[in-house]
């Protein structure tokens, strides 16, 4: 699977989009972009995945580059309770939770 | 629905001896895996049960085993406890129906080794 660059930390105000980014320029075509987020304590939550075009939930918008080789995160509306560790993770298809390979993540911090 | 539900969330036991956790996955979830998260090292993958059989291993030593039920709950089993062990065990259960599916995650059992 490939590896993953995200910041370590980031802050962002309630109320504003919180855009968190990933970069993964070794992706091979075959390989999907997940997002989970840990809130202290807790299992991870999954949030969003996708393949190439840009993806949309209740919880958050994924959009990738043409080239694939980052994606950003993008909660529109953050609120306290999105301060968690944010994961992006890089992979091939798989109907299970396998081999997930979680690395530091981004701790977003939201501010009052 | 019901999430993923693991038993015990805390546990204390003693250098030498063994422990066993529990998770049930979400009601028709025949895909359940593990994974132990430690300040130092992360989150890492133990292994992968699908159907009552182990379908993938992470690099653990032998002393940490896991089995499924029938009924697609399963335990995982660390004998011989060390310090290091020391961890929040999680397990996630997917639907493996198919390609693409996320995974949902228990709130963890925490193990204290001492």
């Known amino acids: 699977d490939a590896k993953t660059t995200q910041p370590t930390s980031m802050d962002c105000a309630e109320g504003r989009a919180a855009n968190l980014p990933c970069n993964h320029s070794?992706?091979?075509?075959?390989?999907?972009v997940y997002w989970y987020r840990q809130i202290h304590s807790q299992g991870p939550q999954y949030i969003i995945h996708?393949?190439?075009n840009n993806e949309t939930n209740e919880m958050a918008s994924l959009i990738i580059t043409e080239d694939r080789k980052s994606s950003t995160l993008i909660l529109p509306h953050a609120t306290l309770r999105d301060t968690a560790v944010y994961y992006c993770?890089?992979?091939?298809?798989?109907?299970?939770?396998?081999?997930?390979?979680f690395g530091s993540g981004t701790q977003l911090t939201v501010l009052p | 629905k019901a999430g993923v539900t693991q038993t015990p969330r805390y546990l204390i036991k003693t250098r030498g001896q063994q422990v066993t956790l529990s998770c049930s996955p979400i009601?028709?979830?025949?895909?359940v895996s593990w994974y132990q998260q430690t300040p130092g090292q992360g989150l890492q993958f133990l292994f992968e049960?699908?159907?009552?059989?182990?379908?993938n291993k992470g690099n653990f030593p032998g002393r940490f085993s896991g089995r499924q039920f029938s009924n697609s709950r399963s335990e995982m089993n660390v004998s011989t406890l060390e310090l290091g062990d020391s961890a929040l065990y999680l397990c996630?259960?997917?639907?493996?129906?198919?390609?693409?599916?996320?995974?949902?995650f228990g709130q963890g059992t925490r193990l204290t080794v001492v």
């Open positions: 009601s028709g979830h025949r895909s």
């Open positions: 070794t992706i091979s075509g075959n390989e999907y």
């Open positions: 049960y699908f159907s009552e059989t182990q379908r």
């Open positions: 993770i890089v992979r091939v298809a798989s109907g299970s939770a396998r081999q997930l390979t």
């Open positions: 996630a259960s997917s639907a493996s129906g198919g390609p693409v599916t996320e995974a949902f």
């Open positions: 996708g393949l190439k």
